[in-house]
């Protein structure tokens, strides 16, 4: 371990660099300018990660699991220096900065509502003891607030944000530093203190190495289909990079200067603009994480009690008798993972066939999914629902059946997951799809006339 420096100077300092959503050494703003404050003086960096229990608790088994093994890989590539320390983040970075006798604790910027709290509460305690909490880089490749319309307002369309997205540009990925001298002090706590036991049995390797090689395997081929591609389930045709974006293994910077020229390669790039876009509804509206952005949210009519409660365990279980929906929800509890496409057909179908409130949804999902990302997960829920922003029409309600045929024309992907499909134990459907389109509707008409009583307009 590095000790205080004396009282004379700075000599020798270290820094500190707080690992958040950031589990990589390769285009690192925070670490590339704790490395440099840290060599300036003769310093070394002391990396940290802070098993924090509200966020630990808030996160499935799949995600803790895939999140310490992210650790121990970055640990690997630390030298072994990663210190791990349980508590309040508050308490702790302010003690460890002070035991290791560092001044800046260098962090990449965090535009979730918790996050925002946190860091604000990390930052004052470190003034307490005169020393600073340094915000560098973000997440996302824009940071979310930054784009803006001419008028200074944020967007609440994607199309439009997207181009202004694009327009403003971003620098390119810089490399890992080099000869970095790493500070060694210690552990409180192991990985197993966030979760070594995964709920689904094939979740995806972890860390940087393997982010790289889903890069890798992406630009080397799929890219070059995915417009095409990216809507069949039964097809390797997307990237599965969400779960190294989610984790910070692989910076969406990274993978936009890896993508070649073409259509599927523009597809991509608009995919993760929209990434980028709902982090940044979510950093101008908060509350958009949990409750309708949209006024008239607030009064659609959701069912409740033991038949509710009912009808959402056999969605869950994937046993609806919608062979397609059943496949995406087994997808989800075997890997940790769901197709896109497939993850709004199920949620377009619990909002709109089985009629429960999408926050049931958003929650499971989040419990369930390796890449569980609030901004991502929820904001997508919303748009399966009509309560979001860029929202589909309520009227636009998935057939299962004819997304079927569509999608998995063969049944390829159905039968991955649904075996006893073609036998006699697969269960009738759950529910009638063209009476529960009609009553969704009703439902909608319904909540339209209670926000124009409350003189909110029509949406």
Known sequence: MVGRAGAGGNAGRPTVLWFRRDLRTADHPALLAAVEEASSVAGSVAPLFVVDDALVASAGANRRSFLSETLTELDGRLDGSLALRRGRPEEVVRAFAAEVGARTVFVTGDAAPYGRRRDARVASALTADGAELALVGSPYVVPPGRVRAASGSPYRVFSPFRRAWEAGGWPGPSEAPAGARWCHAGSDVGVEAIGTRPESPSLPVAGEAAAQAAVDRFVAGPVGWYQDERDRPDHEGTSRLSPYLRFGSVHPRQV?????????????????????????????????????LQPIGRHVRWDTGPEADGRFATWADGHTGFPLIDAGMRQLRDEGWMHNRVRMLTASFLVKDLHLDWRRGARLFLDRLV???????????????????????FHRVFNPSLQAERFDPDGSYVRRYVPEVDGFGYPAPMVDHAAERLEALRRWDEAKLSLAAEGGGDR
């Open 256 to 292: 936009l200067a890896r993508l070649p020229t073409g259509p599927g390669a523009d597809v991509f790039r608009s995919e993760l603009a929209w990434r980028e876009f709902y982090a940044d509804v979510l950093w101008h509206h908060p509350s958009s994480a949990w409750e309708p």
């Open 371 to 393: 890449d569980g990302d609030l901004a991502s997960n929820n904001h997508g829920w919303q748009w399966a629902a009509g309560t979001g922003t860029d929202a589909a029409p």
